[in-house]
């Protein structure tokens, strides 16, 4: 197996997606306040991601590399089309399930999103080339499983509970994914001697950093759905207490001195 292929099976089955959250979500098993609470925690990535571009950019010596960056910086901020910037499509879904704009960029995120958001900056500026590319093949080779969980889960709130949803931020970011993975395999095949042969053009040392990379993202990643899944369920648990508060109460003195 090449070093390409073994790296992106090593993706595949992460638990950045492959996890309960996801599959949950998927199957549009979510509660209102769950759905709302992914929206606020996936914008500050939608919102951050030209920052961590950005803080990657400015760190690149190659100037192949750094084209690339700036060409999907430009994307990001709309193609030369302010309206068009991928933050606003996102401002759409917001608003779209009754979200207000404000009230997302000014919450609190939770722990856990903000270490995946510090955390893919950091990979990204770290300076090591091989850590930030592996970071981002992490990223890219991951994203089409994430959307083929994320767009039916919401297709089927759509369905049931959010007919006025507006789903273009997820199904225009499905679109542009298969370049991604394709620009991904290139960057291998340029730095590593081909696909299927992996000829070595990475060291022992290159390659335990881009492995590195990949894992950190995904790690950080598979945080951040754990950690929505973490405060799903403390809230499900705060209200089923909360339901039950009255009959603990009659249970006595030993509910409130234990
Ligand atoms: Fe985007
Ligand atoms: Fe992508």
Do not use: C
Request: hydrophobic share 40%.
């Amino acid at each position: 197996m090449s070093f390409y292929q073994e790296m992106r099976q090593y993706v595949l089955r992460h638990g950045a997606i492959n996890n309960l959250y996801l599959d949950r979500f998927q199957r549009g098993d979510l509660t209102d306040e769950e759905i709302r609470q992914f929206a606020v925690e996936f914008y500050n990535f939608a919102r951050f991601f030209p920052k961590i571009l950005v803080a990657q950019l400015v760190n690149t010596e190659d100037e192949t590399v750094a084209n690339e960056l700036t060409k999907v910086l430009y994307s990001e901020l709309g193609d030369g089309h302010s309206r068009k910037r991928h933050e606003l499509l996102y401002r759409d879904f917001l608003r779209s399930i009754g979200k207000d704009v404000h009230e997302a960029m000014t919450q609190q995120m939770l722990p856990s999103t903000k270490s995946y958001i510090e955390g893919m900056e950091q990979l990204y500026s770290s300076g090591n080339h091989a850590t930030a590319l592996g970071a981002s093949f992490g990223l890219e080779n991951m994203a089409i499983t994430m959307w083929d969980h994320l767009i039916p889960g919401l297709t089927r709130l759509r369905a049931t509970r959010y007919p006025a949803m507006d789903m273009t931020y997820f199904t225009f970011h499905r679109e542009l994914e298969s370049g991604h993975e394709e620009a991904m395999e290139k960057a291998v095949a340029a730095i590593d001697g081909g696909i299927d042969a992996g000829a070595g053009g990475l060291s022992v040392q290159e390659r335990e950093d881009f492995h590195r990379g990949v894992k950190a993202v995904l790690d950080y990643l598979e945080g951040f759905w754990t950690g929505l899944e973490k405060a799903g369920f403390q809230r499900r648990q705060d209200l089923e207490g909360a339901a039950v508060a009255p009959g603990r109460l009659h249970e006595g003195a030993t509910q409130l001195t234990g």
